[in-house]
């Protein structure tokens, strides 16, 4: 399994025989300058599933539904708050409403809440779970509200987080925001995300080109014996044995 930092909220997993493409905002280059996904990915023989957590522009690119005119095995599935919105329509892609889910042959895909526009989604292969959040997070902004409306904001997180948690204790990988705009505790989402369901490895995502900061979040992760993975550059690779 290879693990690949695309740009912003997009990952890359790599899996013997299909590859799952999170949230493409867009392209970054490899060492030779080509592209990763528009000339590396979609490329590949394997089957391909994309993945998309919700509209925003920084999270959907409307140019992966044009993919699939010369990638015939490709799979589209969204949160249903794209079709809702209009960026999308019915024949582009399967839709998730929270709590829906997915499966075939090799994944479980199930659709869970976010604290921002969409969903986010927990995958099962292999009998491991990986997490992408999509916009789910403490997105507390305590330096810039209410103390009241700060603690609103993270009860409406710990809700959705505690739904995760009685869907699995567990996660091999999750994908998460660390988003330094938050001020001095933006590490706080991700370290109550960690504090409650185990999770064996740690990617941030959402922190723009502020690689030192979200990396601050090692330390942290390290408390609850959890292994950050820390990003220096878009196109960064990790591979773990499955």
Known sequence: MKITYIYHSCYLIEFEGFSILFDYYKDTPREDGSGWVKDYLLNKEEELYVLC???????????ILSWGEWKKNIHYIFSKELLKSGVSKTGDALYLEKEEVYRD????IKAFGSTDAGGSFLVGYNNRHFFHAGDLNNWHWSEEVSTEEA?????YFLCELELLAEETNRLYLAMFPVDPRLGKDFMR???QFVSRIKTDLFL???FGENYDKANRFGEI???YDCQYLPLSHRGQSFGFGM
């Open 204 to 206: 941030p995502m959402h």
């Open 105 to 108: 042959h090799r994944l479980t």
């Open 151 to 155: 603690l609103s904001y993270e009860n």
């Open 221 to 223: 992760a390290a408390w």
């Open 189 to 191: 989402g991700a370290e």
């Open 53 to 63: 957590s919700h509209s925003h522009y920084d999270h959907f690119n409307p140019e």
